[in-house]
């Protein structure tokens, strides 16, 4: 469970050397923090869900693509009333140069 829950927690975007690479955008009841084209960062984006001024879910991006290797990964978490973690989810695809290619799906609740 530990590699799956890392995924979440390596998608901070708060590093200083990224403070000018993403923009963010407000849409109604939704907060985007976008990679901007043409910086480097495997976190495409991240998206702060809110309904009555409680953040409900956040959902990943992060694509990482070189000559070698391919990954596509999409994680939600959702939050309840309280705003603690109520459950997680992963999916995405991965697929080294010369293997096949692996799908992978983890849910997770937390109680």
Known sequence: MEARI??????????????????TKEEAG?????L???EKGNIKSIKVRKQ???VVSITILS?????F???TVEGMITLDDNEEVSSYEMSGDQKVWFLSG??????????
Request: net charge positive; glycine share 6%; aromatic share 8%.
């Open 6 to 23: 890392g995924f979440l927690f390596q998608s901070d975007i708060n590093k200083a050397a990224l403070a000018t690479s993403y923009e």
């Open 30 to 34: 939704l907060l985007i923090h976008q």
């Open 36 to 38: 901007k084209p043409n």
């Open 52 to 54: 009555s001024g409680k």
């Open 63 to 67: 694509v990482i693509s070189n000559m």
């Open 69 to 71: 290797y391919n990954s």
């Open 102 to 111: 692996t799908k992978l799906h983890v849910e997770g609740k937390v109680k």
